[in-house]
């Protein structure tokens, strides 16, 4: 089955600056690759996602890239604000064959003043 | 729109005995789906439904656990009996065909 490493587990930026999260995943039949941001004691809220047909999606400030080949794909958060401290989870799934996704296990991201 | 939605959102109960959670996916959506996330660690994949069927139960940790989803509509899931590495929150999702997961609220359950 698949499985989905993330790094780092933590991340500390100033606020202003850009923090990039990793994942990686082993299933070459994955095809959607979603980001969830989930903030403390409130459930796992979409913020961006991305299908194997493209390489890049930006949306205002959150941008992921997805290397297929390398079966890569990460989370870029630009000029960084205090809101945006959380656990972000990336997640990789075969929609349209078991229409599931599995998890990273999380990075807890803090802005810093 | 309701988004998913989950009962109760927080409980509390003792070691050896049952709880059952419920989940009300988003109306039409056939994929519901059941994860956990233990102590704040990883969210990971218990079981998914297709309609009323398991179509993947592959995460259901052990045979305490049980999930029905009777009519293809809204979906329980028991613990009997619970013990204490039961903890956690249990997060329930649902989706149309191929497209966005979306999860609800979760419900916090505590085994003393």
């Known amino acids: 089955g698949e499985n989905v490493e993330q790094h780092p587990s933590t991340l500390s930026v100033q606020e202003g600056d850009s923090a990039v999260i990793k994942c990686t995943y082993s299933d070459s039949a994955s095809n959607y690759f979603p980001w969830y941001k989930q903030e403390l004691g409130k459930r796992p809220q979409l913020i961006i996602d991305i299908r194997s047909n493209v390489g890049e999606k930006k949306d205002q400030r959150i941008a992921v890239t997805l290397n297929k080949t390398a079966k890569h794909f990460s989370l870029h958060i630009t000029e960084t604000q205090p809101e945006d401290s959380a656990v972000y989870f990336c997640a990789a799934g075969a929609m349209n064959r078991d229409d599931k996704i599995i998890f990273g296990k999380g990075t807890r991201l803090h802005i810093l003043p | 729109e309701a988004g998913v939605t989950q009962f109760p959102s927080h409980s509390v109960i003792e070691k050896g005995q049952t709880v059952t959670l419920r989940c009300d996916p988003i109306?039409?959506?056939?994929?519901l789906y059941w994860y956990r996330r233990v102590m704040g660690k990883e969210i990971k994949f218990l079981l998914h439904f297709v309609k009323e069927s398991k179509q993947d139960e592959s995460g259901m940790p052990n045979n305490r656990f049980l999930a029905e989803r009777t009519g293809g509509t809204y979906s329980t899931l028991k613990v009997q009996p619970a013990e204490l590495e039961d903890s956690g929150v249990y997060f329930c999702a649902s989706s149309p065909t191929g497209n966005t997961i979306y999860f609800g609220e979760g419900s916090w359950l505590t085994v003393v």
């Open positions: 109306s039409g959506h056939d994929n």
